[in-house]
């Protein structure tokens, strides 16, 4: 056990001299690595971020359906239960068509024109059934559910549709070409990481060659050899994450003022700036493992592929 530690402290102080003799090598390397993980965190809060501002516009939005005035309440009751059953449908209102009207006059009280056309006729205002979604891309499948279940025998008209329809499938096709975005460059940004380090063990791996034949002819076991590069990664990796998290909260800090009442589009930068803080140690935590992981596998591909020495017995 003893003769472990020892040869496992020698491994990590190996590494961290590896770290301070490349270091030219290691402050490219962490650069680009610095640039990934710093895109990873922004991804995820940009998307958390636009989780909560499609949620507060979901849950502002509802599919009304307007039903005709020869269906019976209790066929009403009864088609709005059907709704009720459907996967993305968050809740379901019946309103006849006296509720309809005062739901009407309530959401224009401050309209004397349009009260006073509704006080000098009949009540035209027909019963609804308010849909409340859970999901905006999916708004559709509410309506295909009317169109093969129920196809203009109760009900007139459905207010998902032209101008209204055009709107809010624009909001949910631009969040979903966004997150996909993000996932892309997070990839991409990986790759291009983990090939940077890849070259720079290469490059340590040339420059020692000759050291590291000697160690292998004095018996020294393949992760005795391979484990100080895989630690100098980890380094990389750990301080990569650090530094990242750091930008980003130093960018909060030095524009909290600005930020948090203002926006760019879906993107609520108070809201951002929020998440952030109280997620602070989970995402620092976050980026660390995967700095680390980014690292240690990069440098175990490099040193399999260019050591090549048989695995230890």
Request: no cysteine; hydrophobic share 50%; glycine share 4%.
């Amino acid at each position: 056990m003893k003769r472990k530690f020892i040869t496992f402290s020698r491994i990590i102080q190996a590494g961290m001299v590896n770290f301070a003799r490349n270091a030219w090598l290691a402050a490219a390397a962490m650069a680009v690595m610095i640039i990934t993980l710093t895109i990873v965190l922004f991804s995820i809060i940009t998307n958390a971020t636009f989780a909560n501002t499609i949620a507060q516009i979901t849950d502002k939005i509802d599919v009304s359906v307007y039903l005709k005035d020869t269906t019976s309440e209790a066929d009403g009751e009864r088609l709005a239960d059907d709704l009720r059953e459907l996967p993305n449908v968050k809740g379901v209102t019946y309103l006849s068509k006296e509720e309809a009207l005062d739901r009407y006059r309530e959401q224009n009280a401050n309209n004397p024109a349009l009260l006073s056309a509704i006080n000098e006729t009949d009540n035209p205002i027909p019963a609804t059934i308010q849909v409340k979604p859970r999901e905006l891309n999916k708004l559709q499948d509410i309506k295909d559910f009317l169109n093969r279940t129920a196809p203009k025998k109760l009900w007139e008209d459905v207010s998902y549709r032209d101008d209204r329809k055009s709107a809010i499938d624009k909001i949910a096709h631009a969040t979903n070409i966004l997150q996909r975005a993000g996932i892309v460059a997070v990839l991409v940004f990986t790759l291009i990481s983990m090939l940077i380090i890849f070259n720079t063990i290469q490059m340590a791996i040339f420059n020692r060659r000759d050291e590291l034949t000697i160690m292998r002819l004095l018996g020294a076991s393949t992760w005795y050899i391979r484990g100080p590069f895989v630690v100098e990664t980890i380094i990389y990796g750990v301080l990569s994450a650090f530094i990242s998290v750091l930008l980003i909260h130093s960018l909060f800090v030095a524009s909290s003022s600005a930020l948090q009442a203002s926006s760019l589009g879906l993107l609520d930068i108070g809201y951002a700036a929020s998440y952030f803080r109280g997620h602070f140690w989970q995402l620092l935590g976050m980026q660390v493992v995967l700095g680390i992981l980014i690292g240690a596998a990069s440098s175990i591909i490099a040193t399999k592929r260019y050591l090549k020495f048989k695995t230890a017995k």
